[in-house]
């Protein structure tokens, strides 16, 4: 029997954070078995926000070492680039024609995404088309199952709309897909923010497991707890929420020790970055073996494109024939 497909894309506008392994990276490479997966990196994606390019190439090399580190089976996974599938430009194209403006200026991530827009021209037509694209990416291999994180969900809200549109005017070529909503590891940023490379408070997977060690030490922790004597509240700590996923088994126990001091903060750091650096130490070791072989990852994504390109170009004959276009 056929697995299901799934598709799972990563935008690289810049360094992948440890938020993103525990989020996005485990969890698809946790399903490669149950499912038939398409991990990508959408670097036309990364150009709604990025207008200069000049690293597109080292981040792209570097995302996709991180998708392999983080477990991809390059046989049994598709691992590739979005730009080297152009079929997924083309399936977009004739997506346009049936999704009214509407439906993409009503979406939530475009408004807000407006709303801190500075130039004067106001929005790109490609950034209005985010779901779009997004859309092509995912059922040009007919997928059915998306990982995503909350954020993503009304886009794939657009994507089932489209789809229903199109196989209404066209005929059934396409599935709905589904978003499998991904837990992402509630891990903020060093300063107790959301983690994100705009605040400069992340912890980078390509961070050597020093310098991973250091951030934490320079982790905020509860505000409110000044002297080494004054009982700190852990549900107000970062610390706190990392031990929660790098070091469960000590949870109640550094719970209650924060509670009544029994604790100093820089203890409770100094086991954070042993067990964090224990947990990352398989990722380190596969992160190192892939990243001084980039013309071995290289091999990898061209091995990707030429299997996604197959089943891209099966889709886009369907498509043809469904509209006449053959
Ligand atoms: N929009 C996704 C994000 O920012 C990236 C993405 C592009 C994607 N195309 C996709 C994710 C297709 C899943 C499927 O995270
Ligand atoms: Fe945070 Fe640990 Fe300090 Fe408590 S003891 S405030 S959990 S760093």
């Known amino acids: 029997m056929e ?4 598709v799972s894309g990563v935008r690289p506008t810049g360094l992948l954070h ?20 398409y991990p990508f990196i959408a670097d036309w994606h990364a150009l709604t926000d990025v207008t200069d390019t000049s690293h597109l190439p080292e981040y792209t090399l570097q995302v996709a070492i991180d998708w392999l580190s983080a477990g991809i089976d390059p046989e049994k996974s598709t691992l590739f680039v979005q730009s080297h599938v152009p079929e997924h430009a083309e399936l ?17 991530t475009y408004k807000d995404k407006i ?3 500075d130039q004067r021209e106001g929005p790109s037509t490609g950034l209005l088309e985010y779901p779009v694209l997004m859309t092509a990416d995912v059922i040009i291999y007919k997928a059915e199952v998306v990982p ?14 489209i789809v229903r549109r199109f196989n209404h005017l066209f005929g059934k ?32 997977l390509a961070d050597p497991p020093e310098t991973a060690q250091k951030k934490v030490m320079q982790m905020v922790t ?18 706190f929420a990392y031990h929660n996923v790098y070091n469960p088994d000590e949870v109640p126990q550094i719970d209650r020790d924060c509670r009544s001091a029994a604790i100093g903060c820089v203890d409770c750091k100094r086991n954070l970055s042993q067990k964090l650096i224990t947990t990352l130490t398989p990722f380190y070791e596969k992160r190192a073996e892939w990243a001084s072989k980039p013309d071995r990852v290289r091999e990898v994504l061209a091995d990707g494109q030429s299997r996604a390109e197959k089943v891209a ?10 509209m006449n276009l053959a």
Request: proline share 9%; with cysteine; net charge negative.
């Open 148 to 161: 995503v994180g909350g954020d993503q969900v009304p886009h794939l809200e657009i994507s089932r709309e």
């Open 115 to 117: 709303q801190d827009l």
């Open 173 to 204: 070529v396409f599935p709905e897909p589904q978003p499998l909503l991904t837990e992402i590891a509630a891990l903020p940023g060093l300063d107790g923010r959301k983690m994100s490379k705009s605040y400069n408070n992340t912890i980078d």
């Open 222 to 239: 509860d505000p409110a707890r000044v002297r080494r004597t004054d009982p700190g509240n852990p549900d107000v700590c970062p610390v």
């Open 92 to 108: 977009s194209t004739l997506l346009t024609m049936v999704t009214p403006v509407s439906w993409l200026e009503r979406c939530p």
């Open 3 to 6: 697995k299901t497909r799934l």
């Open 313 to 322: 170009q099966e889709t886009m004959a369907d498509v043809r024939s469904a």
């Open 18 to 37: 440890i938020g993103h392994l525990e989020g996005m990276l485990k969890n698809t490479a946790s399903l490669q078995d149950k499912y038939e997966c």
